[in-house]
């Protein structure tokens, strides 16, 4: 059983950053994929960044990385656009294929992080 706890969000101006942190419990961590996704009212959630217990990532334009003796994964996310307005949350699975981005993959998952970008 892990859970997951997501913080670091906030209101940005265009062009800002944030850094979310997803702490999580659980002695085996170190050997989940975390995923951040997010969803945007009125539309599906989407992946945004994968890490894999090697480190090994799958990112569509932000910074993921991880400190698995801390149990955290951060998501980096600069030059920040209004677009990036939604609720961000992590998510943690046994791995099963080189690249998990589909949220029905992931078992675990935190409360989620609002992220506002004004223009």
């Known amino acids: 059983q892990v859970q997951l706890v997501e913080s670091g969000g906030g209101l940005v101006q265009a062009g800002g950053s944030l850094r979310l942190s997803c702490a999580a419990s659980?002695?085996?961590?170190?050997?989940?994929?975390v995923g951040w996704f997010r969803q945007a009212p009125g539309k599906e959630r989407e992946f945004v960044a994968g890490?894999?217990p090697s480190g090994s990532i799958t990112y569509y334009g932000f910074t993921i990385s991880r400190d698995n003796a801390k149990n955290t994964v951060y998501l980096q996310m600069n030059s920040l656009k209004p677009e990036d307005t939604a609720v961000y949350y992590c998510?943690?699975?046994?791995?099963?294929?080189?690249?998990?981005?589909?949220?029905?993959?992931?078992?675990?998952w935190g409360r989620g992080t609002q992220v506002t970008v004004s223009s």
């Open positions: 998510a943690a699975a046994v791995p099963i294929i080189a690249s998990m981005t589909a949220a029905n993959q992931y078992a675990y």
């Open positions: 659980g002695r085996t961590f170190s050997s989940y994929v």
């Open positions: 890490i894999s």
